[in-house]
């Protein structure tokens, strides 16, 4: 149960060493900050389009796109054909796959995105792990922090388990959509081809082609001149 391979495509990424030999899908938050401090070898390749700021401890591969007012501090290591909008702030120890798009007024941080998944709108990816095609909406946020800031705890069918991790945002199934200005809470793991509705507030685990919805009860009145509403 929660082994990597029930969430991810591990031939989707071009880092699966992170999850080897991990027990659970979580694992591999623990692994990004020593794989790139041994793997990476900075060199940009990319499309600049003005003059974003890029240090001097980021890779980025060829057909990517870089805009003016990106901030990509690093260390990162940025695939292929990934499109990096303005605005999009990529802090320490950031792994993003081929074909992604890092929106604007994103940021990540401590974050393995597979191929193709698309972070384009106000979101914070923090401490996470987004699968093959995962898709967040405009203003998605995946909460790392608990309130009380102790360690976050998976809740599994037979009990919780213990992450030994006080920052961990979300596992993003492959293929999984999450509606505009959703929150996922610490500890959350959402399974494959599943579909969370926009302005969730969503906490635990989901089962893969699961669908979370939300109810409203809305009413709506025809306005009458000169009352107060």
């Not at 699966?16 to 070898?41: G, H, M, T």
């Not at 213990?162 to 809470?185: P, Q, R, S, Y």
Request: with cysteine.
């Amino acid at each position: 149960m929660f082994a990597p391979d029930e969430y991810l495509t591990l031939g989707h990424t071009a880092h699966p060493k992170l999850f080897e030999n991990q027990k659970y899908v979580w694992d591999a938050l623990k692994q990004i900050a020593s794989y790139l401090q041994f793997r990476l070898k900075p060199e940009i390749r990319a499309e600049l389009v003005g003059k974003p700021f890029i240090s001097n401890a980021v890779f980025i591969g060829s057909g990517t796109i870089v805009e003016q007012g990106a901030f990509l501090k690093g260390p990162a290591w940025i695939g292929e054909n990934c499109h990096i909008r303005s605005g999009c702030y990529v802090r320490e120890n950031v792994i993003a796959g081929d074909g992604v798009v890092l929106g604007n007024s994103c940021e990540f941080k401590n974050c393995i995105l597979f191929d193709e998944a698309q972070v384009p709108h106000f979101n914070y990816v923090g401490d996470s792990i987004l699968g093959f095609q995962a898709h967040l909406g405009a203003g998605v946020i995946l909460s790392n922090v608990k309130l009380n800031h102790r360690e976050i705890e998976v809740s599994a069918m037979d009990g919780s388990i213990a992450t030994g991790l006080k920052k961990f945002g979300a596992i993003v199934g492959d293929g999984t959509e999450i509606g505009c200005n959703a929150v996922i809470n610490p500890g959350s793991v959402l399974g494959r081809d599943s579909i969370v509705y926009p302005g969730a507030n969503f906490r635990g685990v989901l089962p893969a082609s699961s669908i979370v919805k939300v109810r409203q009860n809305i009413q709506v009145l025809t306005r009458r001149e000169n009352a107060s509403e």
